[in-house]
């Protein structure tokens, strides 16, 4: 169980274009999502949560214009990277939360962005 | 500034040895604290979480929770090759939040 899937896996894009990342919990509704980038050798940085059905809250210094988050239903968040630029280039993983006793999160495989 | 602090390592152990993982977090109102292992090029995968002071185990893996000293660790007995990964700490925010503050990870490096 608490199985969750990104889609793609790999993308690779021109600068100044835009990239949609999936992020779907397949055997379990998440009631919350998050989104992480990491650069090679970091941790993990959270970017925004996101609960079904409300905005996305983000972290300090991450433009929402930029990285435009949906959590449309409770299995499925997108996040999109618009105008994406080389900096933004990194390790982009979801993870997904139920509701309950637990405050267990459970990631999905990750997305890398490579912008050219 | 919460912070959760990790040794980077790596931490290099022979094969069947005893593997120990220390954590230290600051956040005093942090009520939940779990251990990720990260494999290069991969997401973290959830080895265990504990939520009260003491020992938690689960197979091969104790987890260790001192509230008073804000600090939590890891143990892997019977090491194994496939453990070499780093292992990542994370800590709840305190407060109403259900977000998650990372280490930057120890790298456990098991020797044949």
């Known amino acids: 169980g608490a199985v969750v899937s990104q889609h793609p896996s790999r993308v690779i894009c021109k600068s100044g274009t835009s990239v949609k990342i999936e992020c779907r919990s397949l055997?379990?509704?998440?009631?919350?999502m998050f989104w992480y980038r990491q650069f090679p050798k970091k941790s993990l940085m959270l970017m925004a949560t996101?609960?079904?059905?409300?905005?996305?809250?983000?972290e300090q210094g991450v433009e929402k214009d930029k990285f435009l988050i949906n959590h449309a239903s409770l299995t499925l968040s997108t996040l999109t990277v618009t105008s994406a630029h080389p900096e933004d280039s990194s390790f982009y993983i979801c993870?997904?939360?139920?509701?309950?006793?637990?405050?267990?999160?459970?990631f999905g495989p990750g997305t890398r962005l490579t912008v050219l | 500034q919460k912070e959760v602090e990790q040794n980077s390592g790596p931490l290099s152990v022979p094969e069947g040895a005893i593997a120990s993982l220390n954590c230290t977090y600051s956040?005093?109102?942090?009520?939940?604290f779990f251990w990720y292992r990260q494999y290069s090029g991969k997401s973290p995968e959830l080895i265990m979480f504990?939520?009260?002071?003491g020992d938690k185990e689960d197979g091969r893996f104790t987890a260790q929770l001192n509230k008073a000293s804000q600090y939590v660790s890891l143990l892997i007995r019977d090491s194994q090759p496939s453990d070499s990964a780093t292992y990542l700490c994370?800590?709840?925010?305190?407060?109403?939040?259900?977000?998650?503050?990372f280490g930057t990870g120890t790298l456990l490096a098991v020797q044949p």
């Open positions: 993870s997904a939360m139920t509701s309950g006793y637990t405050d267990t999160q459970y």
């Open positions: 055997d379990f509704q998440a009631t919350t």
């Open positions: 996101s609960n079904e059905g409300s905005k996305a809250t983000y």
């Open positions: 956040d005093r109102g942090s009520q939940s």
């Open positions: 504990i939520y009260s002071n």
């Open positions: 994370a800590v709840t925010v305190g407060g109403a939040t259900n977000k998650l503050i």
